[in-house]
């Protein structure tokens, strides 16, 4: 089983998110669960990496060749695959994944969520995706998009298949009990 987590390639100014992105590893490697994510070195998606590296998990990278030569590529991971464009990244990361966890990050980590979720709506995957929402960091995204479906934009379903957790330890239950 793998799970992509699309998160900051910074850290935040809270210690909280690195903390919660060590406690997402560690439960990744309990349940044996393979990391898919940016292929970063640096921010949360370092973290987790060099969090599950030394302890034998499995961690597949995406990243783009123009960020990889910012010389920001984590190539101490099991794999890494360098592709030419943002979206080849998404595609590739949303076909080697079972789900998709959205921990904190900037723009884009927004632009991967908004995408992925898109593409379950539309039907191209039906694949459990779950916001990690640490320190309430996505009240005002859940607010719009609760404001969404009360204006007629989104619909009821679509934003109820959302899973949406405050703890590392609750979403991946919930994730992972969608995909057995």
Not at 5 to 27: E, P, T
Not at 61 to 90: A, C, N, Q
Not at 94 to 118: C, K, R, V
């Amino acid at each position: 089983m793998r799970i992509a987590v699309f998160c900051g390639s910074a850290k935040g100014k809270d210690k909280v998110y690195g903390k919660v992105a060590i406690q997402l590893a560690r439960l990744f490697l309990e349940h044996k669960i393979g990391l898919v994510y940016g292929g970063g070195s640096i921010g949360l998606m370092g973290i987790m990496a060099n969090e599950m590296m030394p302890a034998g998990g499995e961690v597949v990278g995406v990243i783009p060749k123009r960020i990889f030569d910012w010389e920001v590529g984590h190539e101490g991971i099991t794999k890494l695959y360098v592709v030419d464009s943002m979206h080849e990244r998404k595609a590739k990361m949303a076909n080697m994944s079972d789900a998709f966890i959205i921990m904190p990050g900037g723009i884009g980590t927004l632009d991967e969520f908004m995408e992925i979720y898109t593409w379950q709506q539309l039907g191209y995957h039906q694949k459990p995706i779950g916001l990690l929402n640490t320190n309430h960091y996505f009240d005002k995204l859940i607010s719009m998009m609760d404001n969404m479906v009360s204006e007629g934009f989104l619909n009821s379903e679509t934003r109820k298949r959302l899973i949406i957790k405050n703890q590392p330890e609750d979403i991946v239950q919930s994730v992972i009990g969608l995909i057995r």
